[in-house]
């Protein structure tokens, strides 16, 4: 899933050492009780979070305490719809069959009950032809944009890779694998219009346990998974971040209206799971290393995230696959190593 | 030192004292002292990249700016602060930065090469210190050319000289370019404009912006663009 990583570009070191960071921070295997790794991966179910009062710890301007490291718990990017599915027509796909549809996770799309994106007929369309296109992309609109290092936007950011919440006051900060994101916990208005950008510009209020966003300003650039949903420019969302007051999981949940794309409005409903030192690093959901602090109870250090200065390219995947006969050998996943 | 900051100085252009030219504003420099003690090879070295700087300053590509250069290129950053750590969020290339306040001590692997550096601060009094070890050779110093080594060695001493002014010294050491340290000193400002905020610049994308999304909104796609789609079912 990774590409080959260059060893004449000295910058890449960082990254190999996060790969070869296997060993868990406190422990050699997930404490007793929990669930293996895979299964923690690769939940078949969804929880139900209510919204309604927070419980837990708060910081000193009030906001609910939900800083640290968090990740989906269902499945990575690949298929938006059925995401322990294969990938439509990839010729990559494992042989082995993933089994029949109602013993994987349901879809990302909990809005409609169908589960499907409810595409206008010609958005549809073109979401086919994006997907058909992503194996061998020949143009350079069928190289998804997270694949050349493109931040991977709304929602994509919340199951790529896993991320890091900090808090402050009047502030929440998201930094993703691919991507960075500020929300400001004011009513401040949104930027001009006609700025258009690849996570948006946010604007948040807690709700008791639920973390209220109004999302506007998106480019629409990012793709939803590599079964290549989409939005447009037009695209308005409204992200609720619902935690569990055990303060190890919650879901977000966000409402996407866009009437040129979308017949309706729709929501998805993305679970995730706190992770912290008693989990072992493990190259996607946790990605990090233990802190050199002698004498100290474990602190994880976050490497820095860089991308696109250590792309010869997915760019380079790309134009392999343009130059060969055959598919990449590798899915563009560019930041997987970062 | 919570708030959004941003120098009006010229030292992104040129950290060293310059008349003006045609892709720079005359400037005094920044550096106490005035110049960069160069050793000569690594003069030599200076001298070509200025002579290339118009193709490969990495400003050019959005690569991350580095340290110190990302606190006094002229673009608004933000540091948002808790007592663990202080968040350095830069508006250009949309890269953070972390200094750790925890105590915790550079990696002990020291071979990381971080184009941002491993940042471990500390307060003395009002001024936070911080230690920058553990360099990528990739970064720049300005739009002239000036540059560093793996080797190089960074203290920063940040200190607010009031509400809404931060003087920002930074010494560098790098023995394998510079003769002997040398020090920086710039001022940054608070921005106070109404509603000012950080927007987002993933300039990096620019190169490949054009072709997302797709379709445009003016070309509505019912033409069944773009030109020869492989394998799309009718």
């Known amino acids: ?338 | 030192m919570s708030g959004i900051w941003q120098t009006t100085s010229s030292a992104d252009y040129n950290l060293e004292p310059e008349g003006g030219r045609d892709d720079a504003p005359p400037t005094a420099g920044v550096i106490d002292g005035g110049s960069i003690p160069y050793l000569p090879q690594a003069l030599a070295q200076k001298q070509k990249n200025f002579d290339a700087r118009l193709t490969a300053d990495p400003r050019l590509k959005c690569f991350t700016l580095g340290t110190p250069r990302g606190i006094y290129y002229p673009e608004p950053f933000q540091i948002f602060q808790r007592s663990q750590d202080i968040t350095v969020f830069f508006e250009f290339g949309d890269s953070v930065r972390t200094i750790h306040t925890d105590g915790t001590l550079h990696p002990v692997d020291t071979d990381n090469e971080f184009w941002l550096g491993d940042s471990r601060g500390h307060w003395e009094g009002d001024t936070l210190v911080v230690d920058v070890t553990d360099f990528s050779d990739e970064t720049w110093l300005d739009r002239s050319g000036d540059f560093h080594s793996h080797d190089l060695h960074v203290t920063e001493r940040w200190h607010l000289l009031d509400a809404n002014t931060l003087d920002y010294q930074a010494t560098l050491e790098d023995p394998k370019v510079y003769s002997r340290p040398w020090t920086i000193d710039v001022i940054l400002y608070r921005h106070r404009e109404k509603n000012f905020q950080l927007i987002e610049n993933y300039c990096y994308t620019h190169p490949f912006d054009q072709y997302y999304p797709y379709p445009k909104k003016d070309a509505p796609p019912t033409a069944g663009t773009p030109s020869t789609p492989a394998g799309v079912a009718p």
């Open chain 1, 1 to 338: 899933m990774r590409r080959t990583v260059s060893v004449r570009n000295s910058s890449l070191l960082p990254l190999v050492l996060v790969l070869c960071a296997v060993a868990p921070l406190a422990a050699q295997s997930p404490p007793a009780g929990q669930p293996p790794l895979m299964g923690q991966r690769f939940q078949k179910t969804v929880p139900h979070i209510e919204s309604g009062p927070w419980k837990g710890p708060r910081l000193s301007d009030g906001q609910p305490d939900i800083q640290g490291d968090w990740s989906n718990t269902i499945a990575n990017h690949n298929n938006f719809t059925d995401p322990q599915g294969v990938i439509p027509g990839d010729p990559q796909a494992r042989r082995r069959s993933p089994g029949p549809r109602e013993e994987r996770a349901p879809s990302r799309v909990s809005d409609p009950s169908d589960g499907q994106v409810p595409f206008l007929p010609w958005a549809r369309k073109v979401q086919e032809q994006l997907l058909a296109n992503s194996f061998d992309p020949v143009e350079p609109e069928f190289v998804e944009p997270l694949a050349r290092c493109a931040p991977a936007g709304v929602p994509k950011s919340f199951y790529w890779h896993g991320y890091e919440i900090r808090q402050f006051p009047g502030y929440i900060v998201f930094l993703f694998n691919s991507g960075s994101r500020i929300i400001q916990l004011s009513d401040s208005p949104h930027l001009p219009k006609n700025i258009k950008l690849w996570n948006g510009d946010s604007r948040g209020h807690w709700e008791g346990n639920t973390l209220v966003v109004d999302v506007s300003n998106l480019n629409s650039k990012a793709r939803f998974g590599r079964t290549q949903e989409f939005a447009s420019e037009n695209v308005h969302v409204v992200e609720r971040y619902i935690f569990d007051n055990d303060r190890k999981s919650y879901n977000y949940v966000a409402t996407f209206t866009d009437p040129t794309v979308f017949t309706r409005s729709w929501t998805t409903t993305i679970p995730a799971r706190r992770y912290t030192v008693a989990d072992r690093p493990d190259e996607w959901h946790y990605e990090v290393k233990p802190a050199n602090a002698p004498g100290k109870p474990p602190i994880p250090d976050h490497f820095e995230r860089v991308c696109v200065e250590n792309d010869e390219g997915f760019g380079r995947v790309a134009t392999s696959a343009q130059t060969t006969s055959g598919t990449p050998t590798t899915a563009p996943q560019p930041t997987a190593q970062h």
